[in-house]
């Protein structure tokens, strides 16, 4: 059976690609072809990029462009692309244009199968550029999901959601990680020094500045250094890491396995999600990637996030951190007090990673492709 993945990503890019390309391998025996859109400005070589993104670039032409767009459900463009693509089964990841480009293939009779990573919704209504727009990618959204033969999410959360708001049967498939290393030696002991890491996006620079600013009182409080591990790059981490540099140890891009070995040396990792209701399903359904780096790093895990979230479920039910859900300093220093504190074993890891990243997931999703041909 020939099925085409497509997603308006690069393979090369973004947490998305992390997850797929986590799977892929274990579906060996599918004949998938992946293919892509590329960003603005950027160029491949690969028989497999179908161009340039139909969204992003200069504001004004992408303001007219995404506006026709979206409120006529299609456009030339995205016939194209669907056209382009020949497989017995297609699929789609459901992240901007992608929507649109599933909705023209189910349009015209084919199969599709559907991936969420994140609410599309949320994320146009989180963006100034695109939030005008949410009534006609809700529309498409809900549309696609229920031309799709079958779909599969990214959080136990988000499948609850959408079978409570549209019956919507889904099945959950995050990224798979097949063993976490045993590390022989336990991090180094760092006498008068705190170390806190951190992979990837900031969602919101509110929350992380509070939490920057309490861990350099909570350093003066203790008498230790504080020094924050930053991996990759993040628009919001840097807007906060201009005004505190002095405390920042920017690691740039680095490879995972390399990342999970700095990480592995912090006292804890931070990760978190924007409180507010403008947010709730955003954290509700969502799950970060990191939090993946994060299980194979064996750290503890700070979630700053209102107790809602799904990361803050995870970190809670399997006892691998702390769960702060305040913006006030005192109570952010009584966290990290607290995740200092703790020292999850490998076994909570090892349960984690089995049931959230474990191989049933991808049996699951196997199935679900195979099926989705003959239905």
């Known amino acids: 059976m020939r099925i085409a993945l497509f997603t308006p990503f690069p393979p090369t890019i973004g947490g998305g690609a992390t997850l797929l390309k986590s799977l892929l391998p274990e579906l060996s025996e599918l004949d998938i072809q992946w293919y892509y859109l590329q960003k603005h400005g950027a160029s ?6 179908l161009g340039t993104r139909l969204m992003g670039g200069p504001l004004l032409q992408d303001a007219v462009r995404s506006c026709s767009m979206w409120i006529s459900r299609g456009s030339p463009a995205v016939e194209r692309i669907a056209h382009s693509m020949s497989a017995d089964l297609f699929w789609v990841v459901a992240a901007d244009e992608g929507v649109l480009v599933g909705l023209s293939l189910a349009a015209s009779g084919k199969p599709v199968h559907v991936t969420v990573h994140d609410d599309p919704v949320c994320l146009f209504s989180r963006t100034k550029r695109y939030r005008h727009l949410v009534p006609f ?10 031309a799709a033969v079958s779909v599969d999410v990214v959080s136990e959360g988000m499948r609850e959601f959408y079978q409570q708001q549209a ?5 959950v498939v995050f990224r798979y990680v097949k063993q976490l290393k045993k590390f022989a030696i336990a991090r180094k002991q760092r006498e008068g020094q705190l ?5 990837g996006t900031v969602y919101r620079e509110l929350e992380f500045r509070r939490f920057i600013e309490a861990i350099r009182a909570y350093g003066e409080k ?4 504080v020094r924050v591990l930053k991996i ?5 981490f840097e807007k906060v890491q201009a005004d505190h540099a002095d405390i920042i140890d920017d690691r740039g891009d680095l490879c995972e396995s390399a990342a999970i070995e700095s990480l592995a040396e912090c006292d804890f990792l931070y990760s978190m999600y924007p409180h507010g209701s403008r947010y709730e399903v955003f954290r ?16 503890p895990i700070l979630a700053h996030s209102p107790a809602d979230s799904g990361l803050a479920r995870i970190v809670k039910e399997y006892g691998i951190g702390t769960v702060c859900s305040s913006l006030d300093r005192n ?18 890891y090892e349960a984690v990673r089995s049931d959230l990243l474990g191989i049933s997931h991808v049996t699951a999703l196997r199935d679900a492709l195979s099926s989705a041909r003959l239905a």
């Open 167 to 171: 019956d919507i049967k889904s099945l």
């Open 137 to 146: 990618m809700s529309k498409a959204f809900s549309q696609l999901l229920k």
């Open 232 to 236: 990759g790059q993040s628009r919001e």
């Open 44 to 49: 491949s070589t690969t028989t497999n990029c």
């Open 284 to 299: 509700k359904t969502s799950l970060p990637t990191k939090l993946t780096t994060y299980i194979q790093s064996q750290r």
């Open 331 to 348: 109570k952010i220093l009584e966290a990290v007090d607290e995740c200092c504190l703790v020292d999850p074993t490998y076994e909570r």
């Open 195 to 199: 170390l806190v890491g951190h992979i």
């Open 222 to 225: 203790v008498g230790k250094t």
